[in-house]
């Protein structure tokens, strides 16, 4: 992202609608939550609300407009379903003496309310990793470690239009893009799902044209199609795309290519890949 620029603590307010990601970075508080309420979203999305005690260790960063703030989980070992949180040091985490590195995943914050200090977490329910498994198992009472958000990526409000694109595991973040754009800003969503029983209910936003994309009809590349046969109706336009990171690598490369969108303007991130255990979403975006 050429146009981030990086600042720490509370943002300034600014009259004008900004043009670039503001990046605000958070001291990373390791906390242990236990799961108060499931919530099934659909057949393959459940909601978990986390709170606990450790949510009054330090304020927990949410802000408008950071849509795709997200916090690293911590699973309990495999070997012996325990539970080890690392530690906040002054530069970097110190991870748990003598025990194995710790289960890390992403996950995008879906809410956080203030009063009751909850967090709340959509999950895609796949029974192919440890978070998935977790998420089809979870009930009130589990406990999991959560840390972060380490940062915040606070969106531009400033452009003439959106497009928004994701899979099942960007809809957390997209839903919050609808709840959270300004009303008379507009944008043009897709959506990939295996089919209707993937479908959510979305906050409604008074300019957003909104599609979702049944794979097993328009098969597993929908997304891609859909967003390289879709043309914007000005060039004043911000990209926000998140879901497989193959994906999103066909994506990033015609919204670049084709559209000739600046970097600045877009945010195009692989969260998962095809076969790759806990993939880093960082090194995801190196394909150049
Ligand atoms: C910033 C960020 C925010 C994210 N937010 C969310 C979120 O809010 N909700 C959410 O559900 N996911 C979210 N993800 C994606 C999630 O972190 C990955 O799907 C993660 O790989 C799941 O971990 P796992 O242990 O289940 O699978 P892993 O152990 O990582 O992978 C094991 C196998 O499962 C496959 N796999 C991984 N994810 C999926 C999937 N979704 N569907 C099918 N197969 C899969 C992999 O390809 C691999 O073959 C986010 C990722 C990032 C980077």
Known sequence: MTE???????????????RAIELHIHEVTPRLLTVLKVIDLSPV??????????MTKAVFPFRPMAVSDHV???????????????????DR???PEGRPRPLFRDYTVRAFDPDTLEVSIDFVLHDHGV?????????????????????SHLYPTGFGHYLL????????????WLEELPADLSCDVFISVDSAAGEIDLPHHPGAVVRYLHRSVLGVTALEDAVLSWRPAGDDL??????????????????????????????????????VEGLDHHAADDDD
């Open 4 to 18: 981030t620029s990086t600042t720490t603590g509370t943002p300034a307010a600014t009259a004008e609608p900004s």
């Open 238 to 275: 911000f990209v926000w795309a998140a879901g497989e990171a193959t994906a999103m690598k066909t994506i990033r490369r015609h919204v670049r290519d084709v559209l000739g969108v600046p970097k600045g303007h877009t945010d195009i991130d692989g969260y998962w890949k095809n076969g």
């Open 72 to 90: 690293k989980l911590v699973f309990p070992e495999l070997a012996t379903g325990e539970l080890h949180l690392p530690e906040a040091g002054p």
């Open 131 to 151: 978070a998935g498994r977790w998420a089809i198992a979870a009930s009130p009472g589990q406990q999991l470690g959560v840390l972060g958000p380490r940062g």
């Open 165 to 176: 694109a994701a899979d099942e595991t960007g809809l957390p973040a997209l839903a919050r």
């Open 45 to 54: 999305m459940r909601r978990v609300i986390f709170g606990g005690d450790d």
């Open 93 to 95: 985490l110190i991870m």
